[in-house]
């Protein structure tokens, strides 16, 4: 059971690393600071100062246009006021991958 439950893990990974191929050259630095401060924090309060200032993120509409192109191009999802991953291993691999 254990062996095929990391299969299963492995391909979802891959899945996951096959369908995001196209996107990760597209981030732009600011983009890939926002998605390492949700991935870190989550996605609420994400134009809050304190949330801005601990990420070092820069200005309030600079963070809403990289916010903007990550859900047009769904790397990202808003659900109830929250911005989500679309894609539950990407945001593990932001998380601790990116610097």
């Known amino acids: 059971m254990f062996f095929r439950q990391q299969a299963a893990s492995r391909n979802c990974r891959r899945h996951s690393q096959q369908r995001l191929h196209p996107v990760r050259p597209k981030i732009l630095p600011l983009q890939r600071q926002v998605l390492q401060a949700i991935a870190r924090s989550g996605g609420q309060k994400v134009f809050a100062r304190e949330f801005l200032t601990a990420h070092r993120l820069g200005s309030h509409s600079s963070v809403q246009i990289s916010l903007r192109l990550l859900l047009k191009d769904q790397v990202l ?15 593990e691999w932001i998380a601790v991958r990116l610097p």
């Open 77 to 91: 999802f808003k659900a109830n006021g929250e911005y989500r991953f679309a894609d539950p291993f990407f945001r």
